[in-house]
């Protein structure tokens, strides 16, 4: 076979790991497919492993036509899976620039990742990005929504520099108000640069810098008797007006730049190192509404609806949406703070963290002969974000004074107020630090081993990964409650062990017909922040903290062919001791605590299937369906203690977990879509989806002996403290249009997408039990009963109106 003809095959077959197309990529995406029914006639090992590449069709179909509610894939969470470039994970603020600078996405369903990725557990996606050479071609786009931000912009473009430089330009903005949910808005900028060159021929070097600043306004969760007195499923409680203007208390402010350096050198035609080095810092920040000595400013809290209240005036208020009792009046915090004669009762303050992460990855790959690769490698990360309070606003007072406004009206704590015992009765004004100031440090240094074997039917993969892992909590304000090393300086290092084993074996039956069978075991640590009591101004650290474990499994058949893409995978995912920690206020103890949860236990079983149907030249046909049982298997363990004193309230007492569903997780899941590429350019998709069987998140305390067991009076107190609540299923159809115009090199692409065409105003987008309960006084008995969960809803119709032009 000719040189260039083999290329081209290995190209053509080599869509597993390609970049997704959307519709307005190519005028018929199904071209290749169709150059390549002639070219599957032989039995070679090329045309072997070209069904055995990882395509997630689950992935793909399910990404954006399911209903716009909460999905964690697998029952899993979000951290499962990863988002990598160049070795260094990543968040999703940075996927614009990346697509738009030419990277190349490679898609994996489940234990099955690309070669040189370790993976993860859970079939939660991951998304790689090549070190190829920049040929994003320029592309110019204008888009108009709804929902979010009302205008966005894309500018792409690449170049040569000169002396083998070649350059990629990308920039991505987003502004306006969301013209559903009042007081959501985005302002947001995210510039991208990408320099690319060859030296001494294969060797390689990529440099990436994205700077993605923004400005967004959120929304917060409310319970179901605000969204029924106000008749809107998209009530948010975090705006308010001031001056006759809306302002939201919840903004978040982040500025994150990325870097990342990757240099490939081939030291042979079956040998190849790869060093790749990544960077991000910056500020994140978060505002909230703070309030001093006074009542919550918070227009849902339970004591300030007609259910508490019991009072006509109140309800009938909501019922009108008076703004004074439905929304933050930002206009009387003012008056009340300038009655004070100087010092501020409310204020608005940030949240804000400082993280810098530095990654830096060493792979060797080396082909020993036609069937066996070895590759292995070494990661070391190191992570510090420093965190601490800032005032943004005083709203009309002149200064606060930095102590524990918790403790003032406390008879045994009052003379231990000092946040900053080094700095007594600080006065606070606008942009200084206050509250709490500390920094989390965690490092980790991994070694990977991973064999490949590929004969002409049989693939087999085992992979190691063995690390070390070091967490430690840094304070810089001695709070006079927890004096000396209680509070200030480091804090006692918590080291861990991570590991992972993966084994997998496929046989190819046929050039279009895959089985495969993977395993994985693995630990991993907990979260940082879930390792201390009290990260804000703590030390100490959670008792027995132990890594969490994950054994997994899964079977998959795949069938290609040129008119269909069919994938079937049965999993298990097993989860163990997970951890938790949680800072709350305590009804029945009338104390603010910290809660540690351990042991926590998931196991979710379940199938997923895919197809893409080519029904003919014109038209095609995707569908996707999954089913599982998502639950926790396990009674975790809570420790509670006085936030004051550190005091034992509650010890290893379990939480009725087990039986629960895990929340966000659909039990039964679904999307079909038909899509329709016709003459001159024009096109069109219609899509539904359907998310089934969704319970609120759960939480433990609440089925502890200590409320469920002593607090629950009666079985129906006992039963709304133990039963989980079921969320209705949901329901959307969407559908787009789009046309096509060709100018010799160029195109000008035009494209319609609504989404949520049936409304579904009803929609629950995800909801979550409160750790808070209710003390109901009738004569001289009392009974508790917990506080109704928080929801939100999903977005009704919605549009995206895209005009795009590439050359």
């Avoid at 064999?451 to 070390?468: I, N, Q, T």
């Avoid at 009666?714 to 039963?719: G, L, R």
Wanted: aromatic fraction near 12%.
């Amino acid at each position: 076979m000719p040189k260039s003809l083999f290329c081209l095959v290995v190209f053509l077959l080599s869509g597993g790991t390609a970049a997704a197309q959307y519709p307005d990529d190519e005028y018929y995406p199904y071209a290749e497919r169709e150059e390549r029914r002639e070219l599957l006639v032989t039995d070679s090992t090329l045309f072997y492993r070209a069904v055995q590449s990882a395509a997630d069709l689950y992935g793909e179909q399910t990404d954006f036509n399911l209903p716009q509610v909460a999905f964690k894939r697998r029952g899993l969470e979000r951290r499962a899976g990863r988002i990598s470039f160049a070795g260094m994970d990543l968040s999703y603020r940075y996927l614009p620039a990346l697509r738009l600078l030419g990277a190349e996405e490679i898609r994996y369903a489940g234990l099955v990742p690309p070669p040189g990725e370790s993976g993860g557990a859970g079939g939660v996606r991951l998304v790689g990005f090549s070190a190829g050479e920049p040929l994003q071609p320029f592309l110019a786009s204008v888009r108009l929504t709804d929902r979010n931000y009302l205008a966005g912009a894309k500018v792409a473009a690449s170049a040569h520099l000169g002396r083998g430089w070649r350059a990629s330009l990308a920039l991505d903005a987003r502004t306006g108000r969301d013209m559903h949910v009042e007081g959501v808005f985005t302002n947001a900028l995210t510039v991208g640069l990408r320099l690319f060159r060859r030296f001494g021929g294969e060797h390689a070097l990529s440099l990436v810098c994205i700077v993605p600043p923004s400005v967004r306004g959120t929304r917060l969760s409310s319970s179901e008797e605000a969204f029924t007195l106000t008749g809107d499923r998209l009530y948010n409680p975090a705006w308010g007006y001031q001056d006759g203007r809306v302002r939201n208390s919840r903004v978040r402010r982040e500025t994150l730049p990325l870097l990342v350096a990757d240099y490939a050198v081939p030291l042979s035609e079956a040998a190849s190192l790869s060093l790749r080095l990544g960077a991000e810092a910056g500020v994140a920040r978060y505002s909230m509404l703070d309030w001093y000595d006074a009542r919550t400013p918070m227009p849902d809290n339970y004591r300030y609806l007609p259910s508490y209240t019991d009072d006509l005036e109140t309800e009938r208020a909501w019922l009108t949406r008076d703004p004074r009792y439905t929304q933050i009046d930002w206009d009387e915090l003012i008056r009340r703070n300038r009655m004070q004669g100087g010092h501020a009762v409310y204020a608005l303050d940030d949240r804000v963290e400082r993280p810098v992460r530095l990654c830096l990855d060493a792979a060797f790959s080396v082909r020993t002969d036609s069937r066996l690769t070895l590759r292995c490698g070494v990661s070391l990360r190191s992570d510090r974000t420093r965190s601490y309070r800032q005032m943004r606003d005083l709203l009309g007072a002149g200064y606060v004074t930095d102590i524990d406004r918790y403790l003032v009206d406390d008879d045994t704590y009052s003379n231990l107020l000092q946040n900053d015992l080094r700095h007594p009765d600080r006065t606070i004004r606008e942009g200084d630090r206050f509250g709490y100031d500390y920094a989390i440090r965690s490092r980790e240094i991994r070694a990977r081993f991973c064999a490949e074997y590929r004969s002409d039917r049989f693939r087999f993969d085992l992979c190691a990964e063995l690390g070390a892992a070091a967490v430690r909590r840094r304070g810089f304000y001695e709070k006079e409650l927890f004096p000396g090393a209680l509070s200030y300086g480091p804090s006692r290092t918590v080291r861990f062990a991570p590991w992972r084993l993966k084994a997998l074996a496929g046989w190819s039956f046929s050039p279009r017909s895959y089985l495969e069978a993977a395993v994985m075991a693995g630990a991993e640590p907990p979260l940082s922040e879930a390792l201390f009591y009290q990260l804000s101004y703590n030390n100490r650290i959670v008792d027995d903290p132990s890594p969490e474990r994950t054994f997994a499994a899964e079977a998959s058949w795949r069938r290609t062919g040129p008119s269909l893409d069919m994938r079937i995978t049965a999993f298990a995912v097993a989860v163990f001791d997970g951890l938790e920690t949680r800072r709350y206020y305590d009804d029945l103890a009338a104390l603010f605590c910290d809660m540690s949860v351990a042991g926590i236990g998931r196991l979710c079983l379940g199938i997923e299937a895919a197809a893409e149907v080519r029904l003919s030249y014109r038209w095609s046909l995707a569908l996707a369906a999954s089913a599982g049982r998502y639950r926790h298997i396990r009674d975790p363990l809570l420790t509670v203690l006085s936030d004051v004193d550190n005091t034992a309230v509650l010890t290893h007492a379990a939480g009725r977990m087990a039986g629960c569903a895990v929340g966000g997780t659909p039990q039964t899941a679904a999307t079909a879509g038909v899509s329709y590429f016709g003459p001159k350019g024009w096109g069109g998709r219609l899509s539904a989806g359907y998310a089934g069987g969704r319970y609120v998140e759960p939480m433990p305390l609440r089925r502890t002996d200590r409320i469920a067991g002593q607090a629950a009076l009666t079985p129906e107190a006992f039963d709304a403290f133990t039963r989980q609540e079921r969320l209705a299923d949901a329901f959307t159809l969407d559908a787009s249009l789009f046309r096509t115009f060709y100018f010799d090199r160029s195109r000008l692409t035009a494209s319609l997408l609504l989404r949520n065409l049936t409304g579904g105003r009803d929609t629950v987008y995800n909801g979550y039990e409160s750790l808070r309960v209710r003390r109901i006084r009738s004569g001289d008995a009392t009974e508790w009963m917990p506080h109704a969960s928080r929801r939100t809803y999903a977005w009704p119709r919605s549009f995206y109106l895209t005009v795009s032009y590439r050359f």
